[in-house]
């Protein structure tokens, strides 16, 4: 059931973008009278479909559809969608309609400025859609972070190699001092940090950065978890601690003589107890008690933690505009930055890219609109960000050679836009077998 959910979100979102990025290329053709053939949602490779509007079941509902200049449907092949603009290369290859007379409909006959439009189309709409849904995740649920000001971390084995110990404060990276506890990971690998200076207890040392581990710092989820002492709420009503002794404010720093300062450190002492009773060292203002505390058949104590801080803002819907134009932008730049990463193979950031298999294990194994909406924002940047790329088959590449035409008013050939488009489709096949690649190594790992 947790598969089948988060494969329905990724289809779900994915059409979504596709539709709403293939509708931007469809709108600006249709302002500048240019045809467009086909608007699919998937591709129909061998054309085959699920559906069509030119299809005998849909033209006999709807007669007047046989006459309707674009055929809408939906392929079979669930690994993007098109839109056909007449007399214009694209990923079809349909270079026959070329041999014709051009016609004053057809995309190439079109001045420069005007396909120029016609191809940032997509990526505009992918940026307002995202724009769009930040400011709704503002105004109806606003904005939380765990501040990193008086945040410990707790850290994997790698974190141990780089330098960092678990209990560690990050003050600074460099020159840049972090707001945010969860971006510090994003933080370290995104802005080439060199040094970092963290309070350990009473002191303050700077840890230097192996950059050529940037690669397993993205691929580390834990590198950076967040240390939080083990400090009681309260008692759940049915544990069996109830007349332990334990009170509100309670801090648990040992289990039979073993150091447990975090919760990670207690969590994994418990699953090695289950059943038993075990002596918490407790820290109760000055002093420090022994209390005997039962632990459950799945390993726990029956009690509540206290929450770390954290800092939550509200927005009207007038203040959420702004908020979330910034939300979009910083995210577009650090998306950049990632890919600045991954064109830079001694970090090995490559082996951080990832298919449809690595965007269904970001989503939420049961239905959340919050988390839902905020990847469709983020997946809708790095559609628009990827397809700005100076590639033939994408749209970058197109707005390349249209800049190039702009700017000498000489305007490449179709056979050199073909060969373009070929080679452009290749690299995008290369990188997709890099990427199903990356997941099917980590999901054997």
Known sequence: MVVLMKILQVILALSILIVIHEFGHFTFAKVFGIRVEKFYLFFDIGQSRLFSTKGQFFTRLFP?????????????????????????????????????????WEFRTKPAWQRLLVMVGGVLYNFIFAILVYIGIMAIWGSSFIPNEGSAIYTNDLGVE????????????????PENFGMLQADLARRDISKVTVLRGTDTLDIYIDRSKIGQVLNSPDLFDL????????????????DSGLLKGDRIIALDSVSTPFIQDMKAYLAKVPGKEVNASILRGADTLGIAVQVDSLGRIGAYTQMPAVNTKTYSVLEAIPAGLDLTFSTIGGYLRDLKLVASPKTEAYKSVGSFIAIGQVFPSTWDWFRFLHILALLSIMLGVMNLLPIPALDGGHIVFCLYEMLTGR???????EIAQMIGMLLLLLLMVLAFGNDIHRLIR
Not at 72 to 91: A, N, Q
Not at 168 to 175: A, Q, T, Y
Request: charged letters at 30%; glycine letters at 8%.
């Open 64 to 104: 007047k559809a046989k006459d309707w200049e674009t055929e809408y449907g939906i392929g079979w092949l669930p690994l993007g969608g098109y839109c056909k603009i007449s007399g214009m290369i694209d990923e079809s290859m349909d270079t026959e309609a070329l041999k014709q007379e051009p016609q004053p």
């Open 162 to 177: 780089l330098g960092f110990k678990s209990g560690d404060r990050i003050l600074m990276m460099d020159d840049y001092v």
């Open 227 to 242: 240390a939080v002492p083990f400090v009681i709420d309260s008692l759940m009503s049915d544990s069996p601690n109830v």
């Open 411 to 417: 305007k490449p050939s179709d056979k050199f836009l």
